[in-house]
């Protein structure tokens, strides 16, 4: 029990330490939030690091994870459109001195770590770019004629309807 003690212990250390490379919401998060058990992760397999080091894994994992989530959100676009959006992920310099690069669609920074948080949070970005190209919500439910919203579900990427509290479909997962 105390080698647990000891182990978390040096975990938020470390977190603590790194605030500043974080994800906001894994910031204001609590340590049991699921959010940061990607930093658990990485914790384990590398132990303390600097922070700089810390953007760099993050860096690895999103170029991994976010093609694959822009694919799943361009696939539910060419549902609406019949074609996909001119639209790329690009990579640029952090805003963090001394930090990885990061990666961003839209002129937004991406932050997800896991793909299914990647397709939610390039869902909500394209949503927005949608409504200036189409001039109406997009997706919608048409049984409560209310927009719907991306939004991570049981652990998967949905549209979800906040005023049937329903799923509407999975994103990606065809109409």
């Not at 822009?70 to 790329?88: K, Y």
């Not at 109406?136 to 439910?141: S, T, Y």
């Amino acid at each position: 029990m105390s080698d647990h003690k000891d182990w978390e212990g040096s975990f938020r250390e470390w977190l603590q330490s790194n605030e500043m490379y974080l994800d906001f919401k894994v910031s204001n998060a609590g340590f049991d939030s699921t959010l940061i058990d990607w930093y658990r992760d990485v914790f384990v397999e590398n132990g303390a690091m600097p922070g700089a080091r810390l953007t760099e894994i993050m860096l690895s994992t999103r170029r991994r994870i976010f093609p694959l989530a822009f694919e799943i959100v361009q696939g539910d676009i060419a549902l609406t459109l019949g074609h996909g959006l001119r639209m790329a992920l690009e990579e640029g310099p952090s805003e963090i001195p001394g930090a990885a690069n990061s990666i961003f669609l839209l002129g937004n920074i991406l932050l997800s770590l896991t793909e299914e948080e990647a397709v939610v949070e390039m869902a909500e970005i394209v949503q927005g770019e949608m409504m200036d190209i189409l001039y109406q919500v997009w997706p919608c439910c048409r049984e409560h004629n209310a927009a719907v919203y991306a939004e991570l579900r049981a652990g998967a990427p949905v549209w979800w309807c906040r005023t049937g509290a329903h799923v509407l479909k999975r994103i990606g997962g065809g109409s």
